[in-house]
């Protein structure tokens, strides 16, 4: 009788094969660091939406490759030598496409009619628009730190990366700007008097905290679970940043915006009591390592079960079909048994203890010696 397929060892062998691979594909080929176009691409075109004060933005930014690739080719190695003493390596003040975009967003806030106060909210819900994701689940990376220019291109990033581009963004426009960490966090301190909400002190001066990864969140407001908690607050050093080695006029660059020659401080302004318009904050926490796959592939997990599923059941019902094979014809030892015989006629050899003779199963005395065997 033939035996089925899948009880067949090559076949067996193979599907569990396939099945190793499929379930490390991710380990094999881990995830490449997400972008908005793909390679060879003279721009990469992003979209972003946001709201602020009750307005809707779209926008739609044309980012040229060649900046993007140049800040790209910095390896994961090098971005993981800085700490958070050392992270004004990543802003990008000196760029001359974060600095129109800065301007772009400085002439937006002024057209709406917004004040320093506001204008640095408006901004802030620009950065909170761009996705969060952690490292390890947008690029192949445990820890990997993007520039400004990478996270508008990739249009995600971690709360390191939403930070930077806040941060530079802040610069740019002249409001002085630190780092604040809180446990295994990362958020941007704005210089301000007199204002509602949480800060930081550092160096003589009152920094408020601005989250980056979170909706909804303006100047001052600290998530929950950082009430009460103390938090590291770190300088940011311009002239540390790195500059991509570009061709000269390899770009048609914008004109860059100049810097503002003072720091500006907060006032008091009336709408800073009001909550939020957007509803609720929410802050985007890490997600455990174990979700990663099920959250960025769950067509591949959903393949993965099925393929486990399949592998189980193959697995029982060869194991059923061996059980069922006929045993061939052998001659094997009988195990005791106790059971009366269906005929009582049956010829059973029934031996004298006196002198070894082979009697009938009936007979009460030896046939031989005539002494009584039972």
Known sequence: MQRPMLSSK??????????????TQPIIHPFQVANAQSSGQSQYFTEFAWDYGGSHWDWNLSIPAALYEGYAEVPDSVRTQYGLTDFGVFTSTYDSYMQTLASLLNASATQSGYGRYDEVNFVLAFVQSIPYKTDNASTPYQDYPRFPVETLVDDVGDCKSHSILFATLMLILGYDTVFINPPNHLAVGILGNNLPGSYFTFSGKTYYYCETTGTGFTIGELPSQFNNITAGVYSIDQSEQYIPNLQE???SG??????????????????????????GPTIQPDRPMSLNLISAEPVLFILIIFAIAVSITAAIMSTNKSKQKP???????SAPNNATPANSNMEINKFCIFCGSSNKSIAVYCEKCGKKIG
């Open 254 to 279: 914008p004109t860059p915006f100049p810097l503002y020659s003072a720091t500006p401080t907060f006032n008091p302004n009336p709408l800073a009591s009001s909550s939020p318009t957007m509803g």
């Open 327 to 333: 045993i061939p014809n052998q001659t094997l030892a």
């Open 249 to 251: 006029n390899s770009l």
């Open 10 to 23: 090559p076949v067996m062998i193979l599907f569990f094969f396939v099945l190793a691979v499929t379930i």
